[in-house]
């Protein structure tokens, strides 16, 4: 089992940067894939990136392509998701996620959750 923790997330002008950190704990967080999900008042939980357990692999969003990173550091247990030229459609409670299912992007298929982390982008 893994607990999850989000931090960094606050108001932002447009344009700006942020960067989340999501911490594990356990002694297993490097068998877990670990992924980041958004979801905004009124909507669906939506997928935003995804990482490996070693971190080689790496998947996005389109809407977040060439905007967002995704990384990890598994000796702190930690995944961090930076934003970069953040928009406010970006605005949304963001969630991390960890899973030892097959590589996916499905909400319903992530074991563990965070309780999120607000980003608010002003324009």
């Known amino acids: 089992q893994v607990q999850l923790v989000e931090s960094g997330g606050g108001l932002v002008q447009a344009g700006g940067s942020l960067r989340l950190s999501c911490a594990a704990s356990?002694?297993?967080?490097?068998?877990?894939?670990m992924g980041w999900f958004r979801q905004a008042p009124g909507k669906e939980r939506d997928f935003v990136a995804a990482?490996?357990?070693?971190?080689?692999?790496?998947t996005f969003a389109d809407s977040v392509k060439g905007r967002f990173t995704i990384s990890r550091d598994n000796v702190k247990n930690t995944v961090y998701l930076q934003m970069n030229s953040l928009k406010p459609e970006d605005t949304a409670l963001y969630y991390c996620?960890?899973?030892?299912?097959?590589?996916?992007?499905?909400?319903?298929?992530?074991?563990?959750w965070g309780q999120g982390t607000q980003v608010t982008v002003s324009s």
């Open positions: 356990g002694r297993t967080f490097n068998s877990y894939l």
């Open positions: 996620a960890a899973t030892r299912t097959a590589w996916t992007k499905d909400p319903k298929l992530y074991n563990y």
């Open positions: 990482i490996s357990w070693s971190g080689g692999t790496t």
